[in-house]
């Protein structure tokens, strides 16, 4: 079912292949730790945005984080600026959510008896062509037109971007046209929500725990003061902001599950043997509640990496969070600065005198579910410098 939705054109379900190694370099080769700098103008700038749509309209703080993570990538790759009510956007979630339902099991008609696929959309229990006809409409879509607006921008002297860089180097080679567009999509689809579940589990954590939230605030002003916005370069001086993060993406993976990953051999694992070909599934959320790895693993501790003998700043594999082995998220030092910016950025949590369940989504993707909070600037001062990041 994923691969008649056009799954293949995302770089995180298409099959191991000689192709699907070379758009994962590709992919390496712009997402590397080394080279992301490049996105910090842009990633100031939505996140800054972000903070001021918080001000405005702070009631709709999940529609701010969703459009967050969607003009990032839109910023950042392509060039544009692209809101919630563009169509293409809206394109982009339509398709992720259809997503969603196949990856949970929505079609298992399908999976069971594949030569459904053969069958007319009329026939019983061949609904889910009709649904497979759109989404590869979609997904061809939300693969092309960001693509061609870019390249036509470049082109026209409207501005530039990695992508149109990318393109026109490619010389109208059709494999790395492919390649380039697949990159994109990858970026959109996964940012759109893996970083939104993340803030989201974020912000009811802070709800959830004034006292960290507190800490967190205090260690900001002691580091910068209160006449500045965070910057990356703070971050190696914000240990307790660091160590809030990681226990976010610790305790509440945005993929519990992570990626199904193919075992390329036979193996054994604890007595059971693993088949050449099978499809293995890493249940990354009970990795990171292992008793014998984290002390309390169910209570949210953000100390525990303060006390760990190599502090707060190791690897982001340590946790887990962004996948491991071939199937890692590439993008994910992108993704770690986005929401590390944002969850430094001066902001307070108020109102909240109903109680808030701490509860999430069964997804593919774990989110919280949707909660009440209203987010406001901690002084009058904190509102005027988020607003003077308009200028």
Not at 71 to 96: E, H
Not at 180 to 191: C, E, N
Not at 319 to 348: E, Q
């Amino acid at each position: 079912m994923t691969k008649l939705c056009g799954g293949e054109l995302n770089l995180v379900f298409a099959p191991y292949s000689d192709n699907w190694r070379k758009n994962r370099k590709l992919f390496q080769q712009n997402f590397r730790q080394s080279i992301i700098d490049r996105f910090h103008p842009d990633q100031y700038a939505m996140v800054h945005e972000f903070l001021r749509q918080l001000i405005n309209t702070p009631d709709k703080f999940m529609q701010h984080i969703l459009a967050l993570s969607q003009r990032t990538i839109f910023s950042t790759l392509y060039g544009l600026d692209v809101d919630l009510d563009d169509p293409i956007a809206k394109t982009m979630i339509k398709s992720n959510h259809t997503f969603q339902r196949i990856l949970l099991g929505a079609f298992p008609a399908v999976e069971r008896y594949p030569w459904l696929r053969f069958m007319p959309s009329w026939f019983p229990g061949c609904e889910f062509k009709r649904v497979a006809e759109q989404c590869l409409r979609d997904m061809n879509k939300a693969d092309t037109v960001p693509f061609e607006m870019a390249v036509e921008n470049l082109k026209t002297g409207r501005g530039s971007s990695p992508i149109a860089e990318l393109a026109i180097k490619a010389e109208g080679n059709s494999e790395e046209i492919t390649a380039i567009k697949a990159m994109g999509t990858t970026s959109l689809a996964a940012a759109a929500d893996t970083t939104g579940a993340t803030l989201s589990s974020f912000t009811l954590a802070m709800i959830l725990h004034p006292d960290v939230q507190l800490k967190g605030q205090e260690e900001i002003d002691r580091v910068l003061g209160r006449d500045r916005l965070p910057t990356f370069d703070d971050r190696l001086s914000l240990p307790y902001v660091e160590a809030i993060y990681r226990e976010v993406l610790r305790l509440n993976p945005p993929l519990p599950l992570g990626m199904g990953h193919g075992s390329t051999e036979d193996d054994v694992y604890l007595g059971y043997h693993i088949p050449k070909g099978c499809n293995v599934i890493a249940n990354i959320w009970a990795m990171n509640r292992d008793p014998d790895v984290y002390s309390q693993p169910d209570d949210f501790l953000p100390e525990r990496f303060l006390d760990d003998s190599t502090g707060p700043f190791t690897s982001l594999n340590s946790i887990n969070a962004y996948g491991f082995g071939r199937r890692v998220c590439v993008g994910k030092y992108m993704a770690d600065n986005t929401v590390w910016l944002t969850i430094a950025s001066p902001k307070d949590m108020e109102g909240n005198d109903i109680d808030i369940p701490e509860e999430y989504t069964n997804g593919f993707t774990r989110e919280p579910k949707p909660f009440q909070c209203t987010i406001t600037p901690r002084t009058p001062f904190a509102k005027t410098l988020i607003l003077a990041t308009a200028s």
